[in-house]
């Protein structure tokens, strides 16, 4: 059995452990501790909201629904800009650093607190769509969530991957508060779609 | 026809003219100028409302539902722009105007929920309070429980019989 100067040196200790953790929250706050690496995410998902069975085999006439998502881990919150660009295969690609110049077809604009996530729909189709034999198609009109953009873009046979391959890129900005507008973050996502022939 | 008639028409035809190119436009539709200075006069209000809600969360308070607001103006912007892009401008006009509502709605609220949130020392010094009532409670309670204790091992230690060790 313990002596009562040991259990007394015991009782001294659980004091002195709960009389700190009592002021733990307000020793945070004083130290103002920084959040960890802040960082955004942008991804996409197929149909079924999971990361597969995305649209790859496309078509005029057919509607192609996919979701986007952006994660918010900036440590406040952040204002968003989600654009959507359509490209041929020799049309500029966005990088780390530069976003593509292609024109924006549709933007969404997103809030998020610090640790939030946002999916949207976006649902797209072609329409006017020409093939020339094996040769080249053409794509005369796409819609995105209902909204038609004339696009008109011109696609050679690929023979490597036996295709006409287009894609869609999904750009993510940021809003900077310093220059007052929405500056590229240097992420992006992209969707390499087939053009076939629905005949 | 004199002279008088023949300005009398060279006056009508510019008139009408006029009317045609300026005055029909504006009467009976919107122009897709008049639709794109509505959107960007309705993204700067959008913008300036989110800086507004960034202070307000910097000052310590729950910014959730001034971000929802936001979402909601964010999407009659984008709406408003799918509409100028259709070359329907008044709808264009219109979703602007919604979005510019929304955005400062959601920038009057921010600054009314900044200045009646409590201050960075005030939020220190309720934390203090706290830990310190929960100190108190805490060492009250410890010394209830030794003092209970100290009473269990004398009545222990008087019941114990003494022992030899061989």
């Not at chain 1, 078509?59 to 654009?83: C, H, K, Q, T, W």
């Not at chain 1, 894609?167 to 992209?190: H, K, M, N, P, T």
Request: glycine share 10%; with cysteine; proline share 4%.
């Amino acid at each position: 059995m313990w002596s009562l100067n040991k259990c007394k040196l015991v009782f001294y200790a659980v004091g002195l452990i709960g009389i700190i953790a009592c002021f733990v929250p307000s020793a945070i706050k004083l130290a103002d501790l920084p959040p960890g690496e802040p960082f955004s995410e942008l991804y996409v998902l197929g149909p079924g909201h999971q990361a597969e069975d995305y649209p790859f085999n496309v078509s005029a006439g057919d509607s192609y629904p996919i979701y986007l998502g952006v994660g918010n881990r900036m440590g406040s919150s952040m204002y968003y800009g989600v654009d959507v660009k359509f490209r041929n295969a020799s049309e500029p690609l966005p990088n780390g650093t530069a976003p593509s110049s292609l024109p924006v077809l549709y933007e969404y604009r997103v809030f998020l607190g610090d640790g939030q996530n946002w999916t949207g729909n976006l649902t797209f189709s072609f329409s006017n769509v020409v093939f020339d034999g094996n040769i080249s198609c053409s794509v005369g009109k796409l819609q995105v969530n209902g909204v038609e953009f004339e696009i008109d873009k011109t696609v050679a046979w690929n023979n490597v991957s036996d295709g006409f391959y287009y894609q869609i890129v999904v750009e993510l900005w940021q809003y900077d508060q310093a220059s007052d507008r929405l500056l590229y973050d240097g992420i992006f996502v992209s969707l390499w779609l087939n053009m076939t022939s629905n005949a | 026809m004199n002279l008088r008639g023949w300005v009398r028409i060279a006056v009508a035809v510019v008139l009408a003219v006029c009317l045609l190119t300026i005055g029909l436009p504006r009467v009976f539709g919107v122009s897709s100028q008049d639709a794109a200075t509505a959107i960007g006069g309705a993204s700067n209000v959008l913008q300036a409302a989110f800086v507004s809600v960034a202070d307000t969360e910097k000052a310590g308070v729950n910014v959730s539902s001034l971000l929802n607001g936001l979402d909601e103006a964010g999407l009659a912007l984008t709406m408003a722009e799918a509409a100028s892009n259709n070359g329907n401008y008044s709808e264009a006009v219109s979703q602007a105007a919604a979005c510019e509502t929304l955005a400062e709605g959601v920038e009057k609220e921010a600054g009314a929920m900044k200045s009646g949130a409590a201050g960075w020392f005030s939020g220190i010094l309720s934390l203090l309070v706290i830990g310190a009532s929960s100190a108190i409670v805490f060492i009250v309670v410890l010394a209830l429980t030794w003092l209970w204790f100290k009473r269990y091992y004398g009545r222990r230690l008087s019941r114990s019989r003494p022992e030899v060790a061989s």
